[in-house]
């Protein structure tokens, strides 16, 4: 069975600092990585893979993730943050266009196919559009849905999504938090104070 990947980059970052506060609640925040090698290999493992869709925003100095997902065959979808109404600068658009590509895939290939979801976030964007619709359309047309996602991050309405002989299999990424999770080794600056984090590769508890 063919399976399509659709990553929600920023809700598996901030779900990952997220998670951290509570599995190493010492580790500076903004020293928190995620390694993406091992999130691709967990996501692809015993699927036959015919989609691969990244999005996120810009951020500065994070090529390196981006370079890597395009090697690694993903489609990677940049958008630049835009200023917000109250002055701080936000997403724009990357939900949408990954609903976008989602719907493109559900429209263009027949079931059984896997669609598989890497976000939590339920929540209706600025037209109408969500990761939880896009479910709901997948289990309507006999597709098998996987949604991994942090607990933190987790809506809990895809629990509740169930269709006759099909529902959606969840998997939380904090069961992996010390595979896909290393500290950046170095100086941080927290609310105007410096904070020294040793480090700690993946796969290595502290």
Not at 88 to 108: C, F, Y
Not at 162 to 177: E, F, I, K, S, W
Request: aromatic share 8%; net charge positive; hydrophobic share 35%.
């Amino acid at each position: 069975m063919l399976a399509h990947i659709f990553i929600d980059n920023s809700n598996v970052f901030h779900g990952a600092q997220r998670a951290a506060s509570t599995m190493e609640p010492s580790a500076p925040w903004c020293a928190v990585r995620v390694h993406y090698r091992t999130l691709f290999a967990t996501l692809e493992k015993d699927h036959k893979v015919r989609s691969r869709v990244l999005a996120g925003s810009v951020p500065p100095g994070n090529d390196h993730l981006w370079n890597h997902a395009r090697q690694a065959g993903y489609d990677t979808d940049l958008l630049k943050k835009v200023e917000k109404d109250d002055g701080r600068l936000g997403e724009q658009g990357v939900d949408e266009l990954l609903h976008l590509k989602i719907a493109n895939v559900l429209l263009d290939h027949e079931p059984p196919q896997t669609l598989v979801l890497v976000t939590g976030d339920a929540k209706a964007s600025d037209y109408g559009t969500s990761f939880l619709g896009q479910t709901e359309r997948a289990l309507k047309r006999g597709w098998d849905v996987h949604v991994w996602s942090w607990k933190g991050q987790l809506s809990p309405k895809f629990s509740k999504l169930t269709r006759p002989g099909r529902a959606v299999q969840l998997h939380h990424l904090d069961d992996l938090y010390y595979d896909l999770v290393y500290l950046e080794k170095g100086t941080f600056t927290i609310d105007g104070r410096s904070v020294v984090c040793p480090g700690r590769p993946s796969g290595r508890r502290t």
